[in-house]
C-alpha cells in the first residue's frame, strides 16, 4: 500500500484556511485526517486537549524536541507550536493521508524531511481583500490586524516555495480549487 499523502496548507491569518479545510474534511477526497498540533498556550474556552491541540508545558515540548519527536516546531510570541511525527507518520503508513494546517516556517522544516509532502498556499487576491475580511471578524484591534498585515506580507513573499496556491475569494470557488489539487493524490 502506498503511503498516504502528507498535505501541508498554509496562508495568512484571515485567508480562511481553516474554514477550508474543514469543508474539505466535512467530504473528504480520500481516507484524509488532520493533524493535531501541540502548543504550549493557554486553552481558550470551548477548546479540547487532543482536538483542537495538545495541550503540554514547555518542558514537555522542550524535551520532545530534543528527541527529535516533532516534524515542524516554533517559538511563536513566547508559546510553542508545533507537528509530531506521530500524529503524522503512523497515519501515513496505514495509506491515510494527513494534513499539516501550518506557517511559512513550519513548511520550510517539513520539505526538508518529507520530500513528497505537497503544499498549497491559500490567499485572497489582494492585501486590501484580506484586510476588509480581518475588519468584519470584529474580533481583532487595529493593532493586532496591522500586525498580521504585516505577517501576511512576510509571508506572501515566500509564496514560490509552494507548490500550489488557491486564491480565497469565494469560498466554494476556492474549495473547488483546492478538491482539484488534492484529490488526485488519493488515486495514485
Known sequence: ??????????GPSGSGKSTLVRRLLADPPGPVRLSVSVTTRKKR?????????HYWTDDHVREEIRRGGFLEWADVFGNYYGTLVAEVEPFRIEGTGVLLEIDV????????????????????????????????????????????LAGARLELDRIHEYHHQVVNDNLDDALKNLRSIISPLFTR
Open 45 to 53: 474556552a470551548l477548546e479540547r486537549d487532543g482536538v483542537d491541540y
Open 105 to 148: 516556517s513550519g513548511w520550510s522544516q517539513v520539505k526538508t524531511k518529507c520530500a513528497d509532502a505537497v503544499s498549497i498556499f491559500i490567499r485572497t487576491s489582494s492585501l486590501d481583500v484580506l484586510e476588509e475580511r480581518l475588519h468584519r471578524r470584529q474580533s481583532e484591534t487595529e493593532e493586532s490586524i496591522e500586525r498580521r
Open 1 to 10: 500500500m502506498p503511503p498516504g499523502p502528507l498535505i501541508v496548507i498554509s
